[in-house]
T-cell receptor, first 114, second 114 residues
Framework: SAVISQKPSRDICQRGTSLTIQCQVD?????MFWYRQQPGQSLTLIAT?????????ESGFVIDKFPISRPNLTFSTLTVSNMSPEDSSIYLC???????????FGQGTRLTVV | DQQVKQNSPSLSVQEGRISILNCDYT??????FLWYKKYPAEGPTFLIS?????DKNEDGRFTVFLNKSAKHLSLHIVPSQPGDSAVYFC?????????????FGKGTKLSVIP
């Protein structure tokens, strides 16, 4: 298994500002992902964080809104830019060692935009 | 269009009885299936998985059944305990080249009544 530390655990932000969420894994992993869970909804994949290159974004998510960094095999950040109340959600970092293995999750960041 | 459906948003079960959570998927290319449990204010925790070459996998009180022809999987918890009260997510994956990501259902909230 892998232990994933995510911070902050929660934040209340003003609209128009940006928040950067950090994700630290206790060991090297092949894949890191960022998900969003809106109230009453499933976990939706935002992007795959690629080590040393640009993230791969899913349909409906763009780099300008959700810039992602992954400087090494254990750390990634997700920035939610120019926030609006619609961005209020839980954001989750995930890591996987290999294909067809379980993904491990951080505890999530509960973001409220006012 | 949802690729993974958990049609029961909630389920209540008496302590000691069996809990059965269901999940349907649409794409026969999916070949790896997982169940996650999520407590409030925590990230999802991996429970159990099954690959498409099997139809059953058991781990203690948890058993996952896969019916490929029906594109259906289920999670059985027996006996159910109050600590099992959580939201359960079904997730599917396709092991095709370059693919790691998981697709999640919306979850079923299980309440185990003492």
């Amino acid at each position: 298994s892998a232990v994933i530390s995510q911070k902050p655990s929660r934040d209340i932000c003003q609209r128009g500002t940006s928040l950067t969420i950090q994700c630290q894994v206790d060991s090297q992993v092949t894949m890191m992902f960022w998900y969003r869970q809106q109230p009453g909804q499933s976990l939706t994949l935002i992007a795959t964080a690629n080590q040393g290159s640009e993230a791969t974004y899913e349909s409906g998510f763009v780099i300008d809104k959700f810039p992602i960094s992954r400087p090494n095999l254990t750390f990634s950040t997700l920035t939610v830019s120019n926030m609006s109340p619609e961005d209020s959600s839980i954001y989750l970092c995930s890591a996987q060692r290999d294909r067809n293995t379980e993904a491990f999750f951080g505890q999530g960041t509960r973001l409220t935009v006012v | 269009d949802q690729q993974v459906k958990q049609n029961s948003p909630s389920l209540s079960v008496q302590e000691g009885r069996i809990s059965i959570l269901n999940c349907d998927y649409t794409n026969s290319m999916f070949d790896y299936f997982l169940w996650y449990k999520k407590y409030p204010a925590e990230g999802p925790t991996f429970l159990i998985s099954i690959s498409s070459i099997k139809d059953k996998n058991e781990d203690g009180r948890f058993t996952v059944f896969l019916n490929k022809s029906a594109k259906h999987l289920s999670l059985h918890i027996v006996p159910s305990q109050p600590g099992d009260s959580a939201v359960y997510f079904c997730a599917v994956a396709y092991s095709g080249a370059g693919s790691y990501q998981l697709t999640f259902g919306k979850g079923t909230k299980l309440s185990v009544i003492p």
